[in-house]
């Protein structure tokens, strides 16, 4: 309830521009429902209402899931698995924006420099491991094939190209980043005329020229 998201559903439990009376009903009904009801009484009420609409014989079955000794319950992994990579994805594009403090710092050193995108090249590698670890246990859990797989993937827009060199356990280095960041540092240059973006942009080319295309994972 706190992060606002149905785990089933990954939908929120109410939008941003709702009253905050009705924040406080929606959370308030979601825990009731959800954790606080007890599932007797839950299903008790569920049977009562089925009676009156509905067959005897439907209540009865209802009754009958609720306390016959194991009960059966799927659970859906597919959208979990998408709210993963669409999780993961974001998380990627926050680490890549901590190289915007080039922009803005008045001094940082070479050493500096080289350390956010060496931070920015291991997070990826680590966050590109666990989603191709946990994502491969899920999807066996669910019995998902490769299509359904490449399915989620695709809409989570989680990156084709990305998740193909994660199947050849291995992490393309962000050179397209680069490029975009040293475009914007010619331009502070060029607005600012201080000679430190010019230098920056040249020396964060001169680092992503010197890397290999690709960080493979160690065993």
Known sequence: MLKN???NTGKKLWQERDEPEDKFKIGAWYLIDEAFNPRT?????EVSRLIGANSLK???RRAW???KPVSRYKVDLYPRIKNYLYGARRETGEV???????LHEDYM????M???????????VRIDKDVMNTVSRLASM??????????AVKESKFGQRRWANMMQRRTEIPKETNKGLKQRLLKEWERTKDEKFKYRANYVDSIYSALDQYRYWED
């Open 5 to 7: 998201r149905d785990p």
């Open 58 to 60: 439907e209540a009865g």
């Open 96 to 102: 890549t924006l901590r190289k915007n403090a080039l």
């Open 41 to 45: 009484a839950k299903a008790a009420y």
């Open 142 to 151: 669910a019995g998902m094939d490769e299509y359904a797989l490449t399915q």
């Open 114 to 124: 080289n350390g956010y995108i060496m931070d920015e090249i291991d997070h990826r």
């Open 109 to 112: 050193s070479d050493e500096e």
């Open 65 to 67: 899931r609720e306390f």
